[in-house]
């Protein structure tokens, strides 16, 4: 886990970093950060009521993400809607992030 959450602290300040040196050149630098979204990779473990009861007792929005709610995150950050936007963490969590963070999930066995 440590290793985890040190590469998602990674990607926060590189995101900061990049934007401010790129910024300069007209380039934006943005990343979004997902809360549990319906993918292959999280399937198993949305199937799982104790994850998804975790889950929902910290989101504001009581439910999974799906792709396209992330796709259309990453859309608007791409046009020109966004063009004065840089250095953003965007979250993308139902949230999530206005509670306590992540859900504690309990241990899978």
Known sequence: MVIYTASKGAVTQMTRSMALEWGQDGIRVNAVCPAMTRTRMAGDLMENPAIEEAFYQRAAIKRFG?????????AFLASDDARFVTGVNLPVDGGVSASNGQPNFPALS
């Open 66 to 74: 799906e792709p396209e709610d992330v796709a259309d995150v990453v």
